[in-house]
């Protein structure tokens, strides 16, 4: 049986670590970053561009209409699709775990999946991203940063999928990391997957 787990999460969460470790523990294909790098040779768009837009909607509106002409379309437009085609191919393929990039929304009638959602509390997403990503930032830099990623990705999630980004209703399994720990969420999530 092929499985597919998909996990969106707020900045600074611990979706991308819980992810990799979901993935190194099961052997599962891991699919992040990478697939920017795969939209861009699909898109022929410089890595470096679309990695600037990577998890945000648009500045420009229109999507409805590009749908009809996607050669067209805008950049963002062209490399959402193209994200989305490897985000499916991934999926076909099996065994796997995704994170970000709508993948909950893009996959949500698959069968053999599990869509997580992690989330924290503020002040425990700033002290992390603190320690471990941001060590030369001031709190008040990383709180506003914190803001603005996942402004952006609700935008991003609404633009694309009129869904609402955290949405309990759109996830199988929502995880505290701040409550429960990154250990913790990596094995609820490996008992689920069970």
Known sequence: M?????????????GGEIGKRIAETLGYHYADKEL?????????ANPQTLINMDEKAPLIFGFTQSLFDLYNAPLEE?????????????AEA?????????ANSILSEYDNTLHIFIHAADYWRLQR???????????AKIAEHIKTVDKARRKYCSY??????????????CLCSSKLGIDKCVDIILECIK
Do not use: H, P, W
Not at 78 to 90: L, T, W
Not at 129 to 139: G, N, W
């Open 129 to 139: 991203l603190k320690k471990e990503k941001m060590q030369d930032e001031t709190e």
């Open 36 to 44: 920017i790098i795969n939209a861009a040779r699909a898109t022929n």
């Open 160 to 173: 694309f999928t009129s869904r609402d980004f955290g949405n309990a209703d759109n996830y199988d399994l």
């Open 94 to 102: 099996g065994n796997c775990v995704i994170v970000g990039r709508n």
């Open 2 to 14: 092929k499985k597919i787990i998909t996990i969106s999460r707020e900045f600074g969460a611990g």
């Open 78 to 90: 062209r490399f959402y699709e193209s994200q989305k085609n490897i985000i499916k191919q991934i």
